[in-house]
């Protein structure tokens, strides 16, 4: 079993910033890659930043120089630091986590709850 439990989100005025973690426990082995998703109303969950367990990173165009995403290998954490926030940014955020069980090296692939982001003024 894998748990991710998020935090960081709120409602912030345009231009403003959030940074978002999500921490992984459990019979964890291995975590490869971790990324980030979103999901506005009425719309469907789309991948915002993904970093792999050697540090690469992609982004979605629509946030590039503005978020950026980081992991902490000893903590089982994933972050995604936003700047620049825009209206378009309000979304629900989940963080996904893909990597290897203890028992038997089973892989597996979980979601955290989500976390509320607001941008408006």
């Known amino acids: 079993q894998v748990q991710l439990v998020e935090s960081g989100g709120g409602s912030v005025q345009p231009g403003g910033s959030l940074r978002l973690s999500c921490a992984a426990s459990g019979s964890i082995l291995v975590m490869n890659n971790m990324a980030w998703y979103r999901q506005a109303p009425g719309k469907q969950r789309e991948l915002v930043a993904t970093?792999?367990?050697?540090?690469?990173?992609n982004y979605a165009d629509s946030v590039k120089g503005r978020f950026t995403i980081a992991r902490d290998h000893a903590k089982k954490t994933v972050y995604l630091q936003m700047n620049s926030l825009k209206p378009e940014d309000t979304a629900v955020y989940y963080c996904n986590v893909e990597g290897s069980l203890v028992l038997w090296g089973n892989s597996f692939r979980s979601w955290g709850q989500g976390t509320q982001v607001t941008v408006s003024s």
């Open positions: 970093i792999t367990s050697g540090g690469s990173t």
